[in-house]
């Protein structure tokens, strides 16, 4: 049973808390080849596709890192709830703060073979979009009233 101070989950976190654009080709030191990946916006499988989709965070955004605020490891299983900080290259140059979690399955060997981000889209990105965020932001009220 892995635990939270395993040290694959370790070297996970500070891989994620760390990761720069040159450390892209680390994340197959903590992914295995046919890894699968899904979030809100993307769901693909191995290393090389996952890479892309960090690789486009790096060029979509400024400044973007993954600040991981618990770790609760059970088996091969883990779940990590992160904040993700960026400054946006279009619109607003203020810090945004998108809330989320991670559920991570491992390989035998530690590596991460399923990952899955769970993040609210509409609330954490959308509404803080200038036009769409006004349009967001009217939706969620009539729906509340």
């Not at 559920?103 to 590596?111: E, K, P, T």
Request: charged share 30%; glycine share 4%.
């Amino acid at each position: 049973m892995a635990t939270a101070t395993d040290p694959h989950v370790q070297r996970i976190v500070q891989v994620f808390e760390s990761l720069s654009p040159q450390d892209l080709p680390r994340l197959a030191e903590i992914y295995t080849p046919d890894a699968r990946f899904k979030d809100p916006f993307n769901e693909v499988q191995g290393v090389a596709a996952i890479q892309g989709i960090f690789e486009h965070m790096f060029v979509s955004l400024d400044r973007p890192h993954f600040v991981i605020r618990d770790t609760i490891v059970q088996d091969r299983q883990c779940f990590l709830s992160w904040d993700f900080n960026f400054r946006m290259k279009r619109f607003s140059r203020e810090e945004q703060c998108i809330r989320g979690g991670s559920h991570l399955v491992l390989a035998a060997d530690g590596r991460i073979a399923e990952h899955r981000d769970y993040w609210d889209a509409a609330e954490e990105l959308y509404e803080k979009l200038p036009v769409v965020g006004a349009l967001m932001r009217w939706l969620k009220k009539r729906a509340n009233s």
